[in-house]
């Protein structure tokens, strides 16, 4: 085996970016609430995703920044890679740093970013073409018997030789410098580290049946997901490290086979089936492994609680013995005082419940979940957290829209009678009244409000990032938003808060979320003249 390969400082880099670009609602609560720090910016808050794509122009390597809400723009790059056979190109892979393709005249790789410069795509061609080239997640090549790892830059291309891998292998897991791959007999796991001589390593995983093996892709922001067979389970990160958590499970009294547990979609890692294995938050538990009586710290919690799927966001709540605990709270020490059978609550977004009526954390006490009186068939709007900007939940019956925010108090003034039938949340705004709604203020409008919907919008980011100085600027952003029904196209305008009618464009050629139908969009209007046919521009995704 070759030297333990330490990660290079290019990638620890890059988790860290990427650990700080994936937040979920407490995140946003918090920003949206607390006072701006001097390292401040609000690239650390927006969601960033990379994609191939065919357009009128042929294959596109595509960057999406989107603010916190997921549906305004904050900018959107389409480059085109050149030199490609459009006929003959075919998919190979992808890991967090890179895509992997080929055509009829060899095989590519093409990193997700570093590609703002250029005014085309940057990719490197790794091999010449080889219609039967073995190859794992176009980065592991078997030739002349012996695997081989590729990582190109432009024309640079570093190539390194893993002698000791047998040609059998499959995939089960590939990241840019940490890989994992499995033979009949074994499970391998790779490290390579580029930054000094090519060094790598190769170990194997001990206990495992590559037979019975189960990969457990978790949330990418936390950088560990899980191999299991029947009776081992390992924690596994993307530089290619790995821990053997069996005894941790097994001191749990964990019964099930750890292939066969059922991984919950969530930001902390969460199986169920009748019972629950969950990673805990902020401590461990000490054990002991029955097999060897040695003393554990234990990370995980295993309890028959039901974990309570919300419709919208993360998990927040667990059902144990019909009474209501916050996720965190591992050893159920903290029940959440319920006036109604906890067993017919459906939690639907944050603390608002569902059941014959639906039911919330009173705001005085956030222990106790009371009535709100509220019919159960009333019409719910889901919350929509933007950069500095809060539109809260909602929910409509004949008479009333009710704001449920996360302090929601059934003796306070959270509603507002409805004149209209017409209810609708259209982006940053709910519509009820003939007028927009932002979550504090209402602005009437004129418009068919029957056919009336959201087409999308971007962000301006007027400051990115707040000074280090006291009293310098904190980071600023305005939101542009665009919408149409069957007459016309319309701009919000923020200085006088109503529909702005663009006389030029005609609702039949705009989609809705194009981003270069809301740049066009933008770039006219306040121009005057007849409307003008535009053809629209079909993008399909690969």
């Not at 053997?244 to 001191?251: E, N």
């Not at 749990?252 to 902390?268: A, H, I, M, S």
């Not at 003796?411 to 519509?431: A, R």
């Amino acid at each position: 085996m070759k030297t333990y390969a330490k990660l290079t400082t290019k990638y620890i880099l890059f988790r860290h970016v990427t650990a700080l670009l994936k937040l979920n609602g407490l995140c946003l609560l918090l920003f949206l609430s607390a006072p701006v720090f001097a390292s401040e910016c609000y690239s650390y808050h927006t969601y960033k995703a990379h994609a191939i794509i065919k357009n009128q122009h042929g294959l596109c390597y595509q960057f999406t920044e989107k603010d916190p809400n997921g549906f305004s723009y904050v900018k959107q790059i389409n480059k085109q890679i050149k030199g490609i056979d459009l006929d003959t190109y075919k998919y190979a892979g992808e890991d967090e740093a890179t895509f992997m393709f080929s055509d009829k005249n060899g095989f590519y790789q093409l990193p997700k970013d570093g590609q703002y410069d250029e005014k085309t795509a940057i990719y490197s061609k790794i091999l010449p073409a080889n219609a039967s080239q073995k190859h794992i997640n176009g980065r592991l090549f078997l030739i002349n018997n012996k695997w081989v790892y590729f990582s190109g830059w432009k024309e640079n291309i570093t190539k390194v030789v893993l002698n000791e891998l047998p040609s059998n292998i499959s995939n089960v897991k590939c990241f840019s410098f940490g890989i994992f791959v499995k033979s009949d007999k074994q499970v391998f796991a790779i490290r390579i580290d580029l930054s000094e001589d090519k060094k790598y390593t190769i170990e194997t995983i001990p206990n495992l049946n590559p037979s019975q093996l189960v990969y457990y892709a978790c949330n990418p922001a936390q950088n560990e997901d899980f191999i299991a067979d029947e009776t081992h389970i390992f924690s596994v990160r993307n530089e290619g490290s790995f821990e053997d958590i069996t005894p941790q499970f097994l001191a749990l009294g964990v019964k099930r086979k750890f292939n066969q547990l059922k991984l919950v979609d969530n930001p902390t890692a969460m199986w169920w089936s009748d019972w629950v294995i969950k990673k805990r938050e902020g401590h461990s538990v000490s054990g002991k492994n029955p097999l060897t009586g040695e003393e554990l710290d234990i990370n995980f919690s295993y309890s028959a609680s039901t974990p309570l799927r919300p419709r919208y966001g993360n998990i927040a709540y667990v059902r144990f013995q019909n009474k209501i605990y916050p996720i965190w709270d591992d050893d159920f020490s903290q029940p959440y005082d319920v006036k109604t059978d906890a067993s017919k609550l459906e939690a639907i977004e944050g603390k608002l419940f569902k059941g014959d009526d639906f039911y919330y954390f009173e705001a005085d006490n956030d222990m106790k979940i009371i009535s709100t009186k509220i019919t159960a068939d009333a019409q719910f709007f889901p919350g929509v957290y933007s950069y500095g900007a809060y539109l809260p939940k909602a929910l409509t019956d004949e008479k009333y829209i009710y704001f449920i925010g996360d302090r929601f108090n059934i003796h306070l003034e959270n509603k507002k009678e409805l004149t209209s039938k017409i209810v609708k949340q259209l982006g940053m705004f709910y519509l009820f009244n003939n007028a927009f709604y932002d979550g504090e203020k209402s602005y009437p409008i004129k418009a068919d409000y029957e056919t009336l919907y959201f087409l999308g919008s971007f962000v301006e980011v007027i400051n990115g990032c707040a000074g280090n100085m006291p009293n310098t600027p904190q980071v600023q952003v305005k939101y542009h938003q665009f919408f149409k029904d069957k007459n016309s196209v319309y701009y919000f305008d923020d200085k006088t808060k109503k529909l702005q009618t663009i006389p030029t464009a005609d609702p039949a050629d705009y989609k809705a979320h194009d981003y270069d139908d809301l740049q066009h969009l933008y770039k006219i209007k306040d121009v005057k003249g007849a409307l003008k046919k535009r053809l629209n521009r079909a993008l399909i995704i690969i």
